[in-house]
C-alpha cells in the first residue's frame, strides 16, 4: 500500500458507506472501522523506517506548468498524525454506529465522516502546497456537513456557518500565504522548502507570508480571538465533537505550524506571534471552560486552551518546548477524546450533560466510570499518567524560555490550575456524590460506547507507565522532523525533586481548591463576564449582522423586480466601463472631417433625431412606432447611399417587420399613461445621452483603429474564384462566415416562435 493509496481508499469508501449502511445496518461501524484499523496498522509498519531517519515520497503530475503535482511526504510529524487520525477514527466510527443507531440519516453520516478522515490524512501526508491546502478546505467543508448533520435545529445549522466562515476567511488568508511562499522559495513542494529557511525568513515577503499562514492556522486551531467557533461546534453529535474538536481538524493549525516551523520559525516575530496568541488562548480557554456546566463545552474551552499551550511551545521554539509540544499533544488526545467520549455515553443514557444534575453515576456505569477518572486524572497531570509527562516538559520549557520566563511560567501554572478544576468537573463530579433524578435511567452502555474510552484512557496510563512505548518510536521521529535535524527524546515519570515538581505540586494543590470552591467562584466570574460585552463572539454576530443588511440592502437595489432599474443598472455599468476603457486606452478619439459631408447625409441625420425625439416627446404608441420606423428607414438610406443595399434592404424589412408586431402588440396594451415624473425622465434622458455618447465615442474610436490590416480586398478578390458569387456581401454572408449566419438565422427562428407564442397566448379570466 502507498502513501496516495491509504487516502483514496477512505474517499473511496466514503462514496459506497451509504450503501454499506444499507447492509450492514447495525454493524456498519465496527465494518468501516476496519478500514481505519488496517490504515494504522500499515503506518506502524512504517515506524521503524521513519525512526532510522527515512524520508517516504511519492508524487503525480497535476498541473506541472503551475508546479502544482500530488506528491505526499511522509517523515516522522506526518506518520504521528496519521496514526492518530486513522486509530481514533476507528474508534469514533464504532462508537458513532452505537450512538446515532436508528437516526434516519447514519449512512449519510458515515460518507461525511469517512470524507473527513480522508482529508485529514490528506492534509498531513501532502508534499505540494496547494495539494496540502486542497485537503486543508476538505477538512472545512466536510466539517460543515458533520456540525450541521442534525440540520432540522437553528442552532446546528448556525455553528455550521459559524465554523465554515471563520475557518473559510482563515483557508483563504493561507492560500495567498502558500502563493507568496512559493514564490519566495520558487518552488511549492514542502520537501525542498523546508531546506530553504534561511533565504524564505531572509526574503521580503517574509512578513506577509507569515503573517497569512498564522491567520489560517490560528483559525484552524481556535486561537483567541477565533476560539468562539469551536464551543458553539459543540452542537455536533458527540463523535463529531470528539473526532474533530479533540483529535484532529483543530489541530491541522498545529500541525501546519510545527510543519512550517524549519521555514518560517527562529524569528522575533514568529517568536512573539505564537508565544503571546498561545499564552492568551490557553489561559482565556481555561478561565472560560471552568464556568461551563455543560459536559461537552467544559470540555470544548479546555481543548481551546491546550491549543493555545501547543502554539505558545512551538513559538518558543527551543528543543525542550518541541518535545514538550509533541508528548502534550499525545497526551490530549488520548485524554480528550476519552472524556468527550464519556460524556456522549452519558448523555446517551441520562440524557442530559449538566453536571449540576449529574451525579452518582459510578455505581451504574462502572466502566465508564473507571475510563473517564482515568482520562481525568491524565488530564489533571497526576501521576503515573502520560498528561502528567506532559504537564512537567510544557513547565520545564516555560522555565528555561529565553525571554519572560517567569510570566510564561505563572501563566501556565493558573491554567494548570484551572484545567485540573475542569477536568474534575468532567470526568469526576459526574460519577460521584448522590444520585439525582434524570430525565432516562442510567445503566452501563454497549461495549461500542465504552470500548473507545477504555483504550484510550488505559493507553494514557499506559504511555506514562512505560513511557519507553512512544519516546523513541513516535515522539522522537516528529520532534527531529520540526527541528529539522535528529533529536534523542527519552521520556521518564521521575526526573527528582526540582522546581518543575514543585510547580505541578503547586499546581495540584491550587487546582484542588478551585474545584472545592467552584460554585463560588463561578457565581463570581459570571458576574464579571456579565460586564464584558465586546467578546469575539459578540463581534461576529455584529459582523453577520451588519454583512447581511449590506447583503439585503444590495438584493434591493439590485433584484428590484423593475425591469426599468435593471436596465439603468446595465447602461450605467457598462456604458462607465466602456468610458473609462476609452480614457484609459489613449483617450477619446474626435469626429472626423465634417467638410465632406453631403446636404441629403446632413438632412438624414436631422431626419433621425427628429424621429427620436418625437418617439419619446409623444403621448401616442403609434406615433411612437411610427417615429421609430422613420429612424430605422432612414438608416437604410445611409446604407444605400454608401454603396450597401443588401444591408439595406435588410434593414428595411427588419423595420417592417418591427412596425407590425408593435402595431399587434400595441393592440393589446392598456390606455398610455404617464406613470413616471419629470425628475424620472430628466434622469433617465442623462442616462441616456450618457450611454448614446459613450457608444458614439466607442464607434469613432472603433473606425480610427485597425488592429490588423483590411481583409475587404481579400473578399473582392475571393469572391467569384472560391465561392462561384459577385454579391459580395451575400457571399460573405452564406459562404465565408456561413456558421455565424447559421446561428443568427437560429436566433430569429426561436425569437419567431416566441412572438408566434405571444400572438396564440389567450390568458385565463381571473377567477376562473
Known sequence: ??????????????????????????????????????????????????????????????????????????????????????????????????????????????????MFMASMLGVVLADNLITLFVFWELTS??????????HDRHE?????????????????????????????????????????????RNHQLYVPILLLVLAGAFTKSAQVPFHFWLPSAMEAPTPVSAYLHSATMVKAGIYLLARLSPVLGGT????????????????????????????KLILA?????????????????????????????????????????????????????DVNRLGGLWRVMPITAIAAGLAALSMSGFPPFFGFIGKELFYEAGLTAQSAAHLLTGVSMLTGMLLFAAAGMAGILPFIGRKNTLPKKPDEPTASLWLGPVLLAGSGLACGVAPGLVDTSLIAPAVSAIIGHPVPVKLALWHGLNPVLAIGAITVAGGLGLFAVRSKLIK?????????????????KQSLDGLMAIASLQTRIIQSGYQRYYLLIIFTVTTALVLYALISLGGLHGPVNLSNIQFYEAGLAALILMGALLSILTNSRLTAVAALGVVGYSVALIYIIHGAPDLANTQILIETLTVILFVLVVYHLPNFSKLSSVTVRIRDALISLFAGGTMTALVLKATNVQFHPTISSYFAENSVPLAHGRNIVNVILVDFRALDTLGEITVLAVAGIGVYALLKLKLKPKGV
Not at 487516502?7 to 478500514?35: D, E, H, K, N, Q
Not at 500565504?177 to 524564505?200: K, M, P, R
Not at 522575533?268 to 499564552?279: I, K, N, P, Q, R
Open 156 to 200: 446546528s445549522r448556525a455553528a455550521a456557518l459559524q465554523a465554515l466562515l471563520v475557518t473559510g476567511i482563515g483557508g483563504l488568508a493561507l492560500l495567498a500565504g502558500f502563493i507568496l511562499l512559493g514564490q519566495a522559495g520558487d518552488c511549492l513542494e514542502l520537501s525542498n522548502l523546508l531546506n530553504s529557511g534561511d533565504a524564505i
Open 524 to 540: 463570581v466570574l459570571s458576574q464579571l463576564s456579565n460586564v464584558v460585552v465586546l467578546s469575539p463572539t459578540h463581534l461576529y
Open 301 to 353: 474551552y479546555s481543548t481551546v486552551s491546550v491549543l493555545g499551550i501547543l502554539t505558545m511551545l512551538l513559538g518558543l521554539g527551543t528543543e525542550l518546548a518541541i518535545k514538550a509540544a509533541m508528548v502534550f499533544l499525545v497526551g490530549h488526545v488520548l485524554y480528550k477524546a476519552a472524556l468527550f467520549l464519556v460524556a456522549g455515553a452519558v448523555d446517551h443514557e441520562t440524557g442530559m450533560r
Open 141 to 150: 467543508l466536510s466539517s460543515y456537513f458533520l456540525i450541521g448533520f442534525e
Open 268 to 295: 522575533d516575530l514568529w517568536l512573539y506571534s505564537l508565544t503571546t496568541a498561545g499564552a492568551t488562548t490557553m489561559v482565556v480557554g481555561a478561565y472560560m471552560a471552568i464556568q461551563q456546566s455543560d459536559l
Open 1 to 114: 500500500m502507498g502513501i496516495i493509496t491509504s487516502i483514496l481508499s477512505v474517499f473511496v469508501l466514503a462514496l459506497f458507506a451509504p450503501v454499506l449502511y444499507r447492509i450492514g445496518r447495525g454493524a456498519t461501524g465496527w465494518i468501516a472501522a476496519m478500514l481505519p484499523l488496517g490504515l494504522a496498522a500499515y503506518f506502524s509498519s512504517l515506524i521503524p523506517q521513519v525512526r532510522s531517519g527515512e524520508i517516504m515520497t511519492e508524487s503525480f503530475r497535476w498541473i506541472p506548468s503551475l508546479g502544482i503535482n500530488l506528491s505526499f511526504y511522509l517523515d516522522g510529524l506526518s506518520l504521528l498524525f496519521a496514526l492518530l487520525i486513522s486509530s481514533i477514527g476507528a474508534l469514533i466510527l464504532i462508537y458513532a454506529g452505537r450512538y446515532l443507531s436508528g437516526h434516519p440519516c447514519l449512512g449519510r453520516f458515515y460518507l461525511y465522516i469517512l
